[in-house]
């Protein structure tokens, strides 16, 4: 029975962090890296809560996807348009997230860091994993869905070329600049729906920096999964594994929950230092494309 | 000739633009809390500028600020991104106080420049993880070290709160107070000299006129000096300077570490001249708005100087804007993020018309 109980926990925690990476995995396909997830997990977060607390769980699940994708809409438009530097660019929408959260928790709700408790969905009762969250579900169905949008369908083979080769792609006369705005839409949309799964579903309620660096740690599961959702799968369940885990050692208390809590970092870490494997990023990952330069 | 002169004309215009453009965004943010934007950014320059002291106010804010900025452009220079220099102060901060609190009996000139220098080894330490992860293992810089901060921020709790906490005192959680020997002296008595009088509740201190000569170090380095030209070189092109016989490798350890070290004095100013100990509260974020000052001042380290005064105007105005009209603080945090933007969206598109401007010339 602990185990069943493991893994249910091991799952509501891998959720987030699963969500985002796949969200990783279609902007890094599409060529655009995009450092700011975390942040549009903070607004998922926010604006999920803000939400559900005037017009019910469901219309927050839609305003915090909408929140996520309009903060990446401004990265494709610096990273794509203007072809800045996508890392500064990430960190600028992180910072944006952060304050924009914070003041507008102030004007909402007069307090910066917390909002009221906020209702969640419906639960549906499974075995084994009790009651649960249908955005679990979602989030299960989503990876074998991403992997055949990715790899069948004529989209998933215009958004990886554009990844790969962008000049070839343009050759062939795909739109190049479409394609990588969807990959970074798709990423802000998921995790904003990563973020709000956290207010909504996980804790019921808005905290300030309540996502801890998820959006990071999908991005290393990304990496980890080798670019694509079913890697990315095995990858946030190790996560969630890890913090689920912390927090059973945190009640025996034995070694000090300072220590606990570093776990997902470290491991993060360990797992990026290629203790593992190697990796094989698209090969056109982070590059700005411009037209008529080679 | 007329081409630097160009050059030089964007690279002091385009900052200005951007504060302009985060000006303007952010001013709708403000009407969409029914505030009148003018007002607030009246109130801001009215409450940062009245008085004397004031001013004082600004310059003790900017000293963390330029030493952050300073260490996010040697990052830059060389094309890696330091996002650790969060986790870098706080664990220099943190040696830093060990130091100061636990060597008894020096006098102060032993005594500061021994605790200054247990800063910069923490910095160093912690920006050492990074850049060896990146070198030996191909790990993302950017990754590793927000990885780090995060790490440093579990550390620096354990260590404040259970290992090294002020045993005399039962109420607050904090490390032992730094002895008077380790205390940086405030400008006052240096600036009364020249006839000007600050009141003593500005913590203005040595800290700042050690950021303005580190400034000219830097600069000196950067382009007097031989690493400082590898530094260059490497930034703009890897592969080149490893034909021209230089170990990009090499100059990434030496410029991530100086880089660290410059980190380590970051939160030096406010642990040594103004809270005299390190507790869970210690101010957090000077790294990301370090990030902000070297882009605004476009890595030149004359213009971090000037960012960095830049900052401690709006952190002092924000001040003003919550007491006085209740805009919350954190209007400058999303002001800041769209600078950030701003300036570099507007140096693309700047030096991308520089470039079509040589192109013609050429034909």
Partial sequence: MLLAELIASSLRMAVPILLTAIGAVYTERAGVVNIGLEGMMIVGSFWGALGSYYFGPYMGFLIAMTAGAVLALIHAIATVTFRVDQIVSGVALNILAYGSSRFLSQAFFKMATTTPHVNGLFKIKLPFLGDTSPIIILALVLVPLAGFILEKTVFGLRLRSVGENPLAADTLGINVFKMKYAGVIISGVLAGLSGAYLALEHTGMYVEGMTQGKGFIALAAMIFGNWNPQGALWASLLFGFAESLSFRVVQNAIIPYQFIKMIPYVLTLAVLAGVVRKYTPPAADGVPYERGTK | ?363
């Fill in chain 2, 1 to 363: 000739m007329k081409r630097n002169y160009k050059i030089l004309a964007y690279k002091i215009l385009s900052p200005i633009i951007a504060i302009f453009l985060a000006a303007f965004f952010s001013s709708l943010v403000i009407l969409a809390i029914g505030k009148n934007p003018v007002e607030v950014f009246y109130t801001m320059f009215r409450f940062s500028f009245r008085r004397l002291d004031s001013v004082a106010i600004i310059l003790y804010n900017s000293t963390p600020l330029i030493f952050s900025g300073l260490a996010v452009s040697i990052g830059f220079r060389m094309g890696l991104f330091n996002i650790g220099i969060e986790g870098q102060y706080l664990i220099g901060t943190f040696l830093a106080a060990l130091v100061g609190f636990s060597f008894k009996g020096l006098p102060s000139f032993i005594h500061i420049p021994l605790v200054i220098f247990a800063g910069i080894i923490g910095g160093m330490l912690w920006a050492y993880i990074p850049i060896y992860l990146k070198i030996k293992r191909g790990v993302h810089e950017v990754i590793s070290t927000i990885m780090l901060n995060y790490i440093s921020y579990s550390l620096i709790h354990y260590l404040i709160s259970e290992v090294f906490i002020d045993r005399t005192q039962k109420l607050l959680i904090r490390t032992p107070k730094l002895l008077p020997t380790a205390l940086i002296p405030k400008l006052h008595g240096f600036l009364s000299l020249f006839g000007i009088e600050l009141p003593k509740h500005v913590y203005l201190n040595w800290f700042f006129p050690v950021g303005i000569i580190l400034a000219g170090i830097i600069y000196y380095m950067l382009y007097y000096t031989p690493f400082g030209f590898e530094l260059r070189c490497v930034g703009q092109n890897p592969d080149a300077s490893k034909s021209a016989g230089i170990n990009p490798e090499n100059v990434f350890y030496k410029g991530f570490l100086l880089s660290g070290a410059i980190a380590g004095l970051v939160g030096l100013s406010d642990l040594m001249g103004y809270f005299g100990y390190m507790d869970l509260d210690f101010p957090r974020g000077y790294g990301f708005d370090g990030i902000a000052v070297a882009l605004i001042g476009q890595n030149s380290p004359f213009g971090i100087i000037i960012a960095s005064m830049l900052f401690g105007f709006l952190k002092r105005g924000a001040e003003g804007i919550q007491t006085l009209l209740n805009v919350p603080m954190d209007t400058i945090v999303i002001l800041q993020a769209l600078m950030i933007l701003s300036i570099v969206i507007i140096n693309k598109v700047m030096s991308d018309y520089i470039k079509q401007i040589e192109k013609k010339g050429v034909a």
